[in-house]
């Protein structure tokens, strides 16, 4: 099993920046593809991006493609998700989800979730 812990959500302005983490005990870490996901009120979980076991391979929703980037250090069991140029329409909950699989988009294709942490951008 794999127990996730997101931080680094916040209170910023448009055009800010931010790095949200996620932390990550057990032993499936390092074979696990992470994904990163948001939630707006009233809105379905969103796929924010995925990044593969090595780190080797990332992949984007296009509403955060060229503005976001994925990482991870196995050797510290965390993943990262860096935003830049944040709009308002970046409001949301983030969370990681561990998954089998790298490059999978719906969140039924992950079997392990964070309890999320929230992005708010004000204009």
């Known amino acids: 099993q794999v127990q996730l812990v997101e931080s680094g959500g916040g209170l910023v302005q448009a055009g800010d920046s931010l790095r949200l983490s996620c932390a990550a005990s057990?032993?499936?870490?390092?074979?696990?593809?992470m994904g990163w996901f948001r939630q707006a009120p009233g809105k379905e979980r969103e796929f924010v991006g995925v990044i593969s076991r090595t780190g080797n391979l990332r992949d984007y929703s296009d509403s955060v493609k060229g503005r976001s980037t994925i990482s991870r250090d196995n050797a510290k069991n965390t993943v990262y998700l860096q935003m830049n140029s944040l709009k308002p329409e970046d409001t949301a909950v983030y969370y990681c989800a561990a998954g089998q699989l790298y490059g999978r988009r719906s969140p039924a294709s992950y079997a392990y979730w964070g309890q999320g942490t929230q992005v708010t951008v004000s204009s």
């Open positions: 057990g032993r499936t870490f390092s074979n696990s593809a």
